[in-house]
């Protein structure tokens, strides 16, 4: 029985191509099968009451790919954007996305508008996809409308504090992440919300992104129960 939810799970969905590659198949297949686990996770979050998703599915540095995967991504986004929003809006989640939007593919974007627009004020669950997204060039872009105000004289530099601050940020409307899961074993943050996750719960699994069930969510929201948030104090 989960007994305290976490309102803001956030994902590292890795493990996309070693899940291909192990059946022998090509690593476009994996990303195929990581969409299908991204809708279990979307109904797994509803279920469990979950309030705010954040899926990391595009970093700045993915870029750096064959420009073949590159595309299959790009247009697996669009798929699962263009079947699957009337779904979501009906079931009252609300999508949301944060990176540097404006560099994506413009049907992507399109897709995106569109289904941030057919879902605005859905209520259920905030699920946020990072695309082109880092951690750093979010602070970046921060950085640069903070100093902008500063220079206009709008703000003075002593007014800037960590709340301030945090308002400057992609993420500025939502709570910081409870929970961050890492799938396929990896131990690192890959550049994802780093000013965010400062005192978020980590929980890593050996799991490849495309296994990643219902069941993995309940045990991920469970070990979460049992953990102590201390915040630096006693
Ligand atoms: C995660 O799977 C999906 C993205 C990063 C877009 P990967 O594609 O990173 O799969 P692995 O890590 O190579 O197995
Ligand atoms: C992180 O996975 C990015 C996403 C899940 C979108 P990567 O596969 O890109 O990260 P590294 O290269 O293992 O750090
Ligand atoms: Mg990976």
């Known amino acids: 029985m989960v007994s305290k939810t976490p309102r803001h799970v956030a994902v590292i969905m890795d493990g996309n191509g070693r899940w291909a590659r192990q059946r022998g198949w090509p690593r476009s297949r994996g990303h195929l099968e990581g969409a299908k686990a991204v809708r279990q996770c979307v109904e797994t979050c509803l279920e ?37 929003t009337r779904d979501l809006a009906g079931r009252g989640v609300q999508v949301q996305a944060i990176g540097r939007l404006n560099e994506l593919p413009r049907e992507c974007q399109d897709q995106l508008e569109k289904a941030i627009a057919a879902t605005a004020g859905n209520k259920q669950l905030t699920t946020i996809l990072a695309v082109n997204y880092s951690g750093r060039t979010e602070i970046i872009d921060g950085v640069q409308r903070l100093a902008k105000e500063v220079a206009s004289g709008k703000l003075r530099p002593d007014e800037i504090d960590t709340d301030l601050f945090s308002r400057f940020l992609y993420t500025h409307e939502w709570p910081d992440p409870d929970l961050l899961i890492r799938t396929s074993g990896e131990m690192r943050i890959s550049n994802f919300l780093l000013w965010q996750v400062s005192y978020t719960e980590m929980y890593v699994t050996p799991k490849l992104w495309p296994d990643f069930s219902r069941q993995d969510l309940v045990d991920a929201v469970a070990e979460f129960n049992r953990r102590q948030r201390r915040y630096g104090g006693l």
Do not use: H
């Open 48 to 84: 469990l009451g979950i309030e705010y998703l954040t899926l990391y599915a595009f970093s700045t540095e993915n870029w750096q790919r064959p420009k073949e995967e590159v595309d299959t991504l790009m247009g697996l986004l669009q798929r699962f954007l263009r079947d699957y």
